[in-house]
């Protein structure tokens, strides 16, 4: 075959491959993964600004993604043990909790720049953000310690000592009221200041929180006994309790459909069953349906533009359709996590997004076509593995 002709058939072909990596972009979800920093814990996303910030525990750094195309934009250095990450879009500011030195990295979520480090009460461990109120809440287990913040400065403005070690935070910014779990129950405290307000007994070894604004409710999960605590947001007045499984260890509402999603990782404790997740109406709490899932699932999180719900369930992770409940495709990726709040959801563009703990070779994904030159040309370079976590980036449209 002559040298043109050549050249002309494997631009056929080449168009060929092309055409057909398309059409598969358009029928099956694009997944790419990129590589972060060692040991990320923790991610989040400011939709307003299209950044997202993974949390490296072992670089004491986060990475920050842009979102529309994945690629790492800049990576900042933050204190020592950081662990989790809160993002409040109203004030576009991003607050890095460092356990190690007891302190708080306050960042830009536009440019992503250190803007100071602010002295916590105590180690923290978990951040929720209230951008109406202007506040973002701050709990530390160890020191048995709650750290009111502003939402733009940083700056603590409530420090209380708590009864006992908190396990769980959540905010209702309509009723103005925090509500805090420890191993006595459920605390209503005042959203503002974080004063006390009254104590409701729930369920055996309360673990996780979830509330819906809309329709006033309050879902408590209780992991000892297999249930969730269903109480008014207003009065923290008890309205129900329904049994959902073995262990319940994480919730999410979608409040567009009014269904709450509760994750039963029933094999964690030693139970040679699968795990499931549990769909309640929000209103009266009433179990709707049950999907049992191959694994053992840890966490969730839903995208209520889209209606469907994401559980993380070891090497997969399964979508839900947030109406029935029923799992509608399943994901592979290619890393562990560690953390409840290893996803996240971009609803501006309808990506999710999975950090992988421990993944030794985060290699992005490569098009069709250089799949296919890899196949026929073996001694093309390629990419160098890393030792770094990664970050898996979902197209499920």
Request: no cysteine; aromatic share 4%; hydrophobic share 45%.
């Amino acid at each position: 075959m002559r040298r043109k002709e050549l050249f002309v058939a494997l631009s056929v072909l080449v168009l060929v491959v092309s055409a057909f990596g398309v059409q598969q972009a358009r029928t099956t979800p694009m997944a790419r993964t990129v590589a972060v920093g060692q040991l990320p814990t923790s991610i989040a996303v400011d939709n307003h600004t299209g950044r997202a910030f993974v949390v490296n525990a072992a670089d004491t750094t986060v990475s920050v993604l842009d979102l529309g195309n994945g690629a790492v934009l800049r990576v900042v250095k933050v204190g020592l043990g950081a662990t989790s990450v809160a993002v409040d879009e109203a004030t576009q500011r991003v607050f890095v909790l460092n356990s190690g030195d007891r302190s708080i990295s306050v960042l830009d979520s536009r440019s992503g720049d250190l803007l100071h480090t602010v002295a916590a009460g105590g180690s923290p461990e978990h951040a929720i953000v209230a951008p109406l109120l202007n506040r973002v809440y701050v709990i530390s287990a160890q020191d048995a310690l709650l750290d009111v913040l502003d939402g733009r400065s940083g700056a603590v403005l409530h420090s209380l000592q708590l009864e006992d070690a908190p396990t769980a935070i959540a905010v209702d910014e309509r009723t103005k009221h925090l509500y805090l779990l420890d191993r006595q129950g459920l605390h209503i405290l005042n959203a503002e200041n974080g004063a006390p307000l009254s104590r409701q007994a729930v369920g055996f070894y309360p673990l996780a929180l979830a509330v819906d604004q809309q329709r006033g409710r309050v879902f408590v999960i209780n992991g000892g006994d297999g249930s969730v605590s269903i109480l008014d947001s207003r009065s923290g007045a008890l309205l129900r309790t329904t049994v959902v499984g073995i262990h319940p260890v994480a919730a999410a509402i979608d409040e567009s459909t009014g269904h709450v999603f509760i994750v039963d990782g029933a094999g964690n404790v030693g139970a040679v069953l699968p795990g499931s997740v549990h769909m309640l109406d929000a209103v009266t709490g009433r179990l709707l349906a049950t999907t049992r899932l191959t694994g053992n699932p840890d966490g969730l999180v839903v995208d209520e533009r889209s209606s469907h719900v994401f559980v993380d369930v070891g090497d997969t992770i399964a979508m839900l359709d947030a109406q029935t409940g029923a799992v509608i495709r399943a994901f592979a990726v290619a890393g562990v996590r560690i953390a409840y709040d290893a996803m996240a959801v971009d609803t501006s563009t309808g990506h999710v997004l999975v950090i992988n703990t421990f993944n030794p070779n985060p290699i992005a994904a490569e098009p069709p076509l250089i799949q296919w030159a890899r196949h026929w040309l073996p001694w093309l370079p390629r990419p160098i593995p890393s030792n770094n976590g990664s970050v898996t980036i979902l197209n499920v449209g």
